[in-house]
Structure formats: structure tokens, C-alpha cells
């Protein structure tokens, strides 16, 4: 691999990782925003259902985070399992990984 075709990559991998984590930044935003509206109803009404929202989208933020900024040798977990199922092709096609 040449210098100009490492520096591509090393862009589309930096650019890939900024886009997940600004993706999960705005579900975070609007994970706050919806469940404050929600809380404040729920408060108003005198019940507390509010929490079911909250805890099933804090579960589903919760996952998606653990995607985005768990490092698994040197990426996210999506990035370490896009490197495992390259290197099974390769190797599928007889090729060095």
C-alpha cells in the first residue's frame, strides 16, 4: 500500500468513527429531550409511567453506545467486527489477512 492510499483510509476511518459517534450524540440529545417531556407529563399527571419509557430507550441508548465507544482493538465494535469478517473472506480466498 502506498502513502496517498493509507492516508485515504485513515480518512474514511476517521470520518467513519465521527459520523457514529455524532449519531449517538443526537440520540443522547434527543433521548434527553423526549424523556424530560415525558417526565414532566407523567409528574403533572400524578403517575409515574414515565419510567418505562425511559428505561426501554435507556436500554436501547445504552447498547448503542457500547457499539460506538467501546474499543475492541483500536475501533468500535462494529469496526472489530467488520476487521474479523475481512479477514475470514481473505482467508476464504486464500488470501494473507
Known amino acids: 500500500m502506498n502513502t496517498l492510499s493509507i492516508d ?3 480518512e474514511r ?3 467513519r468513527r465521527v459520523a457514529a ?3 449517538w450524540t443526537l440520540h443522547a440529545l434527543v433521548f434527553l429531550a423526549v424523556n424530560a417531556g415525558l417526565v414532566y407529563l407523567s409528574l403533572r399527571s400524578g403517575r409515574d409511567w414515565a419510567v418505562y419509557p425511559v428505561l426501554g430507550w435507556g436500554l436501547g441508548l445504552l447498547i ?3 457499539a460506538v465507544w467501546v474499543r475492541l ?3 468500535g465494535l462494529y469496526e472489530h467486527w467488520m ?3 475481512r479477514e475470514r ?3 476464504d480466498r486464500g488470501q494473507r489477512p
Do not use: I, Y
Request: charged share 40%; no cysteine.
Open 8 to 10: 485515504k483510509d485513515l
Open 13 to 15: 476511518t476517521a470520518r
Open 21 to 23: 459517534r455524532m449519531g
Open 64 to 66: 448503542h453506545g457500547l
Open 73 to 75: 482493538g483500536g475501533g
Open 83 to 85: 476487521d474479523r469478517e
Open 89 to 91: 473472506l481473505q482467508r
